[in-house]
């Protein structure tokens, strides 16, 4: 027979530091209260008990000369101000990670976002949690409650919405609450708040279940961790819940023959070491006997700062990933030292389960937090690279990240390569701020060491202009009349648009670039939009094309012939008013003629007695004379004519 104990069982680092802190002021103080348990362990809340540390569930109930430990799951924001506007001593022993959570549903909250809480509604953690919170504020249990909550109200999928998890959530519910809300909710933020230690104790969990015929879980049967842990191994073998060692001798462990212990976050050592003592003694025949503190000593290893981790991405957040890197330490990396790119989302990049080689920036014991870089390992192996490139010439591939004076900032393999203004585009009028956050292409031309680091400079034109050389010998290489490109307004003047061909600059003149008479180029087209163009004329001697912009199907005269053949009745405006007529616009570039005598059948003496320059008259296409470009209308077709006129018609 044997018997596995889980290396994460005991004590998680948020529990061990409440508890200290609550023994410590028991030894220094003498009116020591905690505000309900402080933590979910009956034999621990029994031991400070002992010490003289008393238990009360009200502020109320405080004496003015009490010391007040906040228990390990945290507290509404009303009981910090009750207790502070009481004057009272307190001393704050909520977990690190809890108290992030709170961090975040506030500020989230004050951008007036709707907050999800995925936890159980009644647990001290999560009324924490929402009273950290602005209105409003759901809390689900499963990815079947978050949806029927949705339901109700259409526009909560429609609001910007964040999402939080309760430290000891099952972990993997909450993968199915994400999914469930990622396709349900149109703006959505979630932050993977389950506690590091959870997710790994009930990983451990899980694998160990799956080895084992029957699990022991150890722990405060009022333990959200332990009761979950519970769940996850009575999910997968038969599993029993204990909180003292000498429940074993209820339970029958013969036809056992794989026996895996785990235990709550909130589980001392004590008892799960008496667990294991007492499984010795039941099981005289056991094949091996596990010391609890040698494989917990296995499990933690030491780290510093500097140090070079493989991490376990255990999970995403917005603005942090959360690593597992095998030490006692809660491992993350912060956005700013993951990737210089702004517009990346962490969720795009990495998934959980991957491994990623991580450098260590900071070890905080106190806190039991280590924050770590992707970033400054890369630089680190990067700069081997870019010193390798300057001896090359080797083109390399980064992104402007910032502009500053005198030129802008390249990120380049974890690097950061300064271009100076002269470097950093083909064009003196060309705004640095064209190039932030773009792809560029770069080499590096010098390397000076300041202040012992190494800084390199780069170029971005001398590769630009390369590319531009490149590309101008294969055009003239291959250009021909008729043939069409596509091209970028670099610049206008008085007289056209010049178009980048890739590596050429042709000149659009302002006839070619609309049918319609215009008074600039700008009318018609800005410096960065994208045309299509075609070659009219090749200069190769000096070097110059003359391109062409409007096309013949949008010519105004080839519309009219196509789509306004005689007889058609058209809404035209007036244009211009002269003593015979009056001209009237049928399309954009194409006026029509209404003769004086096709105005009325009244007598018109006068044309400006009947019509007047912007009023839209109803008219009919009388003739067109597509080569002299004149059009006839006539108004009077169209009305109802007196009887002495139908007479003469009739005659």
Not at 54 to 70: G, H, M, R
Not at 446 to 460: F, M, N, P, Q, V
């Amino acid at each position: 027979m044997k018997i596995t104990v889980a290396k994460t069982a005991g004590f998680c680092f948020g529990v061990d530091r409440a508890v200290n802190l609550a023994f410590e002021y028991a030894g220094k103080s003498k009116n020591v209260f905690t505000l309900g348990p402080i933590i979910h362990n009956p034999q621990i809340v029994k031991q400070l008990a002992e010490s003289g540390v008393t238990k009360i569930n009200k502020v109320s109930d405080l004496p003015q000369d009490a010391t007040v430990v906040i228990r390990s799951h945290g507290v509404e924001q009303s009981v910090f101000d009750e207790i502070e506007a009481r004057g009272l001593m307190y001393v704050d022993a909520t977990c690190p990670f809890v108290k992030k959570i709170h961090q975040i549903v506030k500020e989230q909250s004050e951008q007036g976002r709707t907050i999800f809480i995925a936890g159980d509604a009644s647990h001290p953690e999560v009324l924490g949690i929402k009273g950290h919170c602005s209105e409003p504020v759901f809390i689900f249990k499963t990815a079947q409650e978050f949806l029927d909550i949705c339901k109700k109200s259409s526009m909560l999928t429609e609001n910007a919405c964040s999402m939080v998890a309760q430290t000891t959530f099952h972990t993997l519910e909450w993968q199915k609450c994400v999914e469930t809300a990622k396709k349900v909710c149109t703006n959505l933020r979630i932050f993977d708040t389950i506690c590091i230690a959870t997710a790994k104790r009930q990983q451990e969990a899980i694998e160990l279940a799956q080895k084992s015929d029957l699990m022991i879980v150890v722990g405060g049967r009022t333990s959200s961790n332990t009761a979950k842990l519970y769940q996850i191994c009575s999910d997968i073998t038969r599993s029993i819940l204990v909180e003292r060692a000498e429940e074993l001798y209820d339970y029958d462990f013969a036809q056992a023959t794989n026996i895996g212990v785990t235990a709550g976050a909130s589980t001392p050592a004590c008892i799960i070491k008496e667990v294991q003592k007492t499984m010795s003694e039941i099981l005289k025949n056991q094949e091996e006997e596990i010391s609890f503190e040698e494989l917990l000593d296995q499990s933690f290893k030491s780290t510093y700062n500097g140090k070079k981790e493989t991490g376990l991405v255990v999970g995403i957040a917005p603005n942090e990933l959360q690593v597992d890197i095998g030490t006692k330490h809660a491992g993350y990396v912060p956005f700013a030292e993951f990737t210089d790119d702004p517009n990346a989302k962490l969720e795009d990049l990495v998934k959980k389960g991957d491994q990623i080689e991580l450098l260590v920036v900071r070890v905080n014991d106190v806190e039991g937090t280590v924050m770590l870089s992707k970033k400054r390992l890369d630089q680190i192996a990067g700069m081997e690279k870019i010193e390798n490139a300057f001896e090359t010439g080797e083109v390399l591939d980064g992104v402007v990240v910032e502009v500053v004076k005198g030129g802008v900032i390249v990120s380049c393999i974890g690097s950061r390569i300064f271009v100076p203004a002269s470097k950093a585009t083909l064009s003196r009028n060309e705004e640095l701020e064209s190039l932030l956050k773009k792809k560029v292409q770069f080499k590096v031309i010098d390397l000076k060491k300041e202040r012992g680091r190494k800084r390199a400079i780069g170029s971005i034109k001398d590769v630009a202009l390369k590319a531009r050389e490149a590309a101008a010998e294969e055009f003239w290489a291959n250009v021909e009349t008729g043939k069409v490109y596509k091209g970028e307004v670099k610049s206008l003047t008085s007289y056209g648009a010049f178009v980048d061909l890739g590596g050429v600059d042709g000149m659009v003149h302002i006839s070619e670039l609309s049918w319609n008479r215009i008074k600039h180029p700008s009318d018609v087209v800005k410096v960065g939009d994208i045309l299509e163009v075609y070659v009219k004329d090749i200069d190769k001697e000096n070097k110059k094309i003359s391109l062409g912009y409007k096309k013949t199907e949008d010519n105004p005269w080839e519309i009219i012939k196509r789509d306004y053949p005689v007889g058609t009745v058209v809404k035209a405006k007036i244009v211009s008013l002269t003593t015979f007529g009056a001209f009237a616009q049928i399309i954009p570039g194409v006026d029509g003629l209404i003769h004086i005598s096709q105005i009325s059948y009244d007598r018109v003496d006068k044309v400006a007695d009947v019509l007047a320059v912007g009023n839209e008259v109803d008219a009919k296409i009388t003739e067109i004379d597509a080569d002299k470009k004149r059009v006839s209308l006539s108004m009077k077709v169209l009305l109802d004519a007196p009887a002495e006129a139908a007479e003469e018609s009739a005659e």
